[in-house]
């Protein structure tokens, strides 16, 4: 009974819960999908908010891999992301996370990006990293970042999870002003929207209750 009740949970999913397959290749297409939304944004020297825009900061200021970069910047919110929202989240969020920074760093040597316009891939990054977030989000996972660190800080304090996002982001954005030009910014601004907005026309929990 045991056997069979363990394999079900690998194999067999119910309208409230993945099976374990099925997250697994959520994780694996959502990485996939945010390595490729990098490699576009990075091809038209862009930059973003969050984890992800620390990384491409660092990146441009020295040099050093992005998929180094962005493992490293994200070590410190696992914490907040096990106390805020628990142990099987922050398991999927780290493998999210390190699958992305592997394979932004493995793919460029199979896939090479010639010029892109800052604007092109901005819309078509954005996009890209939307329906990754996206993927993962259905699958009780992310890339980690500031998000997790304001929802500890909102039940910590009392401080709207909001401002504490919009604050750090503005943060990210006024550093960026030492590493690139007007329009790169603007257009970066471009793709942050983009990506947000994808997330808020399509992740709906009233409409998509697995998890």
Same mark, same amino acid.
């Given at each position: %009974?045991?056997?069979?009740?363990?394999?079900?949970?690998?194999?067999?999913?119910?309208?409230?819960?993945?099976? =374990?397959?099925?997250?697994?290749?959520?994780?694996?297409?959502?990485? %996939?999908?945010?390595? %490729?939304?990098?490699?576009?944004?990075?091809? /038209?020297?862009?930059?973003?908010? /969050?984890?992800?825009?620390?990384?491409?900061?660092?990146? &441009?200021?020295?040099?050093?891999?992005? /998929?180094?970069?962005? =493992?490293?910047?994200?070590?410190? *919110? &696992? &914490? *907040?992301?096990?106390?805020?929202?628990g142990l099987f989240f922050t398991f999927k969020t780290f493998a999210a996370v390190g699958l992305t920074s592997l394979l932004t760093a493995i793919v460029p040597r199979f896939l090479v990006l010639g010029d892109t316009h800052p604007l092109a891939g901005a819309l078509f990054g954005g996009i890209l990293v939307g329906a990754g977030l996206l993927v993962l989000f259905r699958h009780g996972a992310s890339l980690g970042g500031f998000g997790i660190l304001a929802l500890y800080i909102q039940d910590r304090f009392g401080i709207k999870a909001g401002y504490i996002q919009f604050c750090l982001d503005g943060m990210v954005l006024i550093a960026s002003f030492f590493v690139a030009s007007p329009l790169i910014i603007i257009c970066s601004v471009v793709g942050a929207v983009v990506i947000n907005v994808v997330l808020a026309i399509n992740h709906r929990r009233d409409r998509y209750i697995a998890m």
């Amino acid at each position: %009974m045991s056997e069979n009740r363990f394999l079900s949970g690998i194999t067999i999913s119910t309208p409230e819960n993945h099976s =374990f397959l099925e997250d697994l290749q959520g994780l694996v297409t959502g990485s %996939m999908l945010n390595c %490729m939304g990098i490699l576009v944004l990075k091809a /038209g020297g862009l930059l973003t908010g /969050g984890t992800a825009g620390l990384a491409f900061l660092a990146f &441009y200021a020295t040099g050093i891999s992005f /998929g180094l970069a962005f =493992f490293v910047v994200n070590l410190p *919110f &696992y &914490y *907040f992301a096990w106390r805020r929202l628990g142990l099987f989240f922050t398991f999927k969020t780290f493998a999210a996370v390190g699958l992305t920074s592997l394979l932004t760093a493995i793919v460029p040597r199979f896939l090479v990006l010639g010029d892109t316009h800052p604007l092109a891939g901005a819309l078509f990054g954005g996009i890209l990293v939307g329906a990754g977030l996206l993927v993962l989000f259905r699958h009780g996972a992310s890339l980690g970042g500031f998000g997790i660190l304001a929802l500890y800080i909102q039940d910590r304090f009392g401080i709207k999870a909001g401002y504490i996002q919009f604050c750090l982001d503005g943060m990210v954005l006024i550093a960026s002003f030492f590493v690139a030009s007007p329009l790169i910014i603007i257009c970066s601004v471009v793709g942050a929207v983009v990506i947000n907005v994808v997330l808020a026309i399509n992740h709906r929990r009233d409409r998509y209750i697995a998890m």
